[in-house]
C-alpha cells in the first residue's frame, strides 16, 4: 500500500536558520501530495500541495517540490521565525489506490521548534 | 466562517461509559472522515464516508462505529469506552478523490481522555 515517511524530530533550530524537512513516499501511479500544518491545540491546516511531478507547492514562505524520479516532497523555507513552530505533516492522496476514499495517508508528523 | 466544526472539545469519560462525536461541515463536501491522533503514530484512519448513507471503515475501526444520515454531519460513537481509546479524534471532509487538488479540511479536534 501507500506510505509517507519523514523525519520525527523535534528539529530545533534558531530564528532566520534555513528549514528542511524530508518526505519521501511509496505509491502506485501519480499522488497528489501535501504538507499540512499543526499549530498547538488545533486542527491540521492545508500549507501547500502539488499534484504532478516537477510541481512547486508554495504558501507563506514554505516550498517544496514533486520529484517523481526520487519519490520526495521535501518542504523547506529560507528563513524560520518563532511563529513556525508547529507539527508539520507530509501527506498524499492517490486516485490510483482502489475503490473508495481511503483518505489522505499521513506521515508520522515532525514537530519544529523555533528558538528565538 | 466555512468549515468543519466537531463537537464537543474535550470529554472525560469513564471506562465502559458511551459518547457520541459530532463532525459538521457546510462546503457541500461528498467525502468525511474521522481520524485519531496519538503521539508517535500520526493521524490515522478510523472510518470514512463517501456519501450521505454510506460508511466504511479504515485503518482502525474497531471499537468505533459511525453514522452518515445526512450530507453535512458525521458521527462517531464509542460504545464501551476503553482507556486505549484515549486520543485526539479529527473530522475532515473533501472532495472525491478524483479531484485530489483541493485537499482536505479539518476540524479543530476533540480531545478525548477515558479514565
Known amino acids: 500500500g501507500d506510505s509517507v515517511t519523514q523525519m520525527e524530530g523535534p528539529v530545533t533550530l534558531s530564528e532566520e536558520a534555513f528549514l528542511t524537512i524530508n518526505c519521501t513516499y511509496t505509491?502506485?501511479?501519480?499522488?497528489?501530495l501535501f504538507w499540512y500544518v499543526q499549530y498547538p491545540g488545533e486542527g491540521l491546516q492545508l500549507l501547500l500541495k502539488a499534484t504532478k511531478a516537477d510541481d512547486k507547492g508554495s504558501n507563506k514562505g514554505f516550498e517544496a517540490t514533486y520529484r517523481k524520479e526520487t519519490t520526495s516532497f521535501h518542504l523547506e523555507k529560507g528563513s524560520v521565525q518563532v511563529s513556525d513552530s508547529a507539527v508539520y505533516f507530509c501527506?498524499?492522496?492517490?486516485?490510483?489506490?482502489?475503490?473508495?476514499?481511503?483518505?489522505?495517508?499521513f506521515g508520522k508528523g515532525t514537530h519544529l521548534i523555533i528558538q528565538p | 466562517n466555512a468549515g468543519v466544526t466537531q463537537t464537543p472539545k474535550f470529554r472525560v469519560l469513564k471506562t465502559g461509559q458511551s459518547m457520541t462525536l459530532l463532525c459538521a461541515q457546510d462546503?457541500?463536501?461528498?467525502?468525511m472522515y474521522w481520524y485519531r491522533q496519538d503521539p508517535g503514530m500520526g493521524l490515522r484512519l478510523i472510518h470514512y464516508?463517501?456519501?450521505?448513507?454510506?460508511?466504511a471503515k479504515g485503518e482502525v475501526p474497531d471499537g468505533y462505529n459511525v453514522s452518515r444520515l445526512k450530507k453535512q454531519n458525521f458521527l462517531l460513537g464509542l460504545e464501551s469506552a476503553a482507556p486505549s481509546q484515549t486520543s485526539v479524534y479529527f473530522c475532515?471532509?473533501?472532495?472525491?478523490?478524483?479531484?485530489?487538488?483541493?485537499?482536505?479540511?479539518f476540524g479543530s479536534g476533540t480531545r478525548l481522555t477515558v479514565v
Open positions: 464516508s463517501v456519501g450521505e448513507g454510506t460508511t
Open positions: 505509491a502506485t501511479g501519480y499522488p497528489s
Open positions: 462546503m457541500n463536501h461528498e467525502y
Open positions: 475532515a471532509s473533501s472532495y472525491p478523490r478524483t479531484d485530489p487538488s483541493k485537499g482536505y479540511t
Open positions: 501527506a498524499l492522496s492517490n486516485m490510483y489506490s482502489g475503490g473508495g476514499a481511503d483518505g489522505l495517508t
